[in-house]
T-cell receptor, first 111, second 114 residues
Framework: AQSVTQPDIHITVSEGASLELRCNYSYGATPYLFWYVQSPGQGLQLLLKYFSGDTLVQGIKGFEAEFKRSQSSFNLRKPSVHWSDAAEYFCGSGGYQKVTFGTGTKLQVIP | KAGVTQTPRYLIKTRGQQVTLSCSPISGHRSVSWYQQTPGQGLQFLFEYFSETQRNKGNFPGRFSGRQFSNSRSEMNVSTLELGDSALYLC?????????????FGQGTRLTVV
């Protein structure tokens, strides 16, 4: 069965600092991988996705993620965090219609 | 174009009752997926409907059921509510014609069981 691990439950970064959120997946074949963001009281918004091809994918809001098969990882990065990036971030694998999510990482941004 | 609409947004029910939640997908989308989100278990897949048929199912008891209508609107029903059913229930819609089409989430229905 597929599983997704987000080892960091909570991360605090200063505004303007770089960000990396970790995600590891467990799946035999090359999975579909996603990053979603959830603001308080809201649903999930897709930041980016990886299906195949270039292992560095660009998403919305200045986010990018890199697929590394050798490490079974799909880490999310942003070079400079804005206060509005404070939210919860979910990594997921599977197809669009059935996503296995990690437990999420809450991002706090301090001035 | 309107997004995914979930109704109601908030609901309070008593243990033992049943509840029905509604999800109206984006126009033209034929797939609707349902998820349960709780602080303890995170986001868990419930089921997915495509063209009125359940196509995928998660690992939830039979008290959780769903259906989809010919206009792609979907409902999920939870019978004999338990305190542990308190959660945010999210639905997501997509074209559903393969793995490559994005799913869009609604804002969810917050169910509280007392």
């Amino acid at each position: 069965a597929q599983s997704v691990t987000q080892p960091d439950i909570h991360i605090t970064v200063s505004e303007g600092a770089s960000l990396e959120l970790r995600c590891n997946y467990s799946y035999g074949a090359t999975p579909y991988l996603f990053w979603y963001v959830q603001s308080p009281g809201q649903g999930l918004q897709l930041l980016l996705k990886y299906f195949s091809g270039d292992t560095l994918v660009q998403g919305i809001k200045g986010f990018e993620a890199e697929f590394k098969r050798s490490q079974s990882s799909f880490n999310l990065r942003k070079p400079s965090v804005h206060w509005s990036d404070a939210a919860e971030y979910f990594c997921g694998s599977g197809g669009y219609q059935k996503v296995t999510f990690g437990t999420g990482t809450k991002l706090q941004v301090i001035p | 174009k309107a997004g995914v609409t979930q109704t109601p947004r908030y609901l309070i029910k008593t243990r033992g009752q049943q509840v029905t939640l509604s999800c109206s997908p984006i126009s033209g989308h034929r797939s609707v997926s349902w998820y349960q989100q709780t602080p303890g278990q995170g986001l868990q897949f419930l089921f997915e409907y495509f063209s009125e048929t359940q196509r995928n199912k998660g690992n939830f008891p039979g008290r959780f059921s769903g259906r989809q209508f010919s206009n792609s609107r979907s409902e999920m029903n939870v019978s004999t509510l338990e305190l542990g059913d308190s959660a945010l229930y999210l639905c997501a819609s997509s074209l559903g014609d393969g793995g490559g089409t994005e799913a869009f989430f609604g804002q969810g229905t917050r169910l509280t069981v007392v």
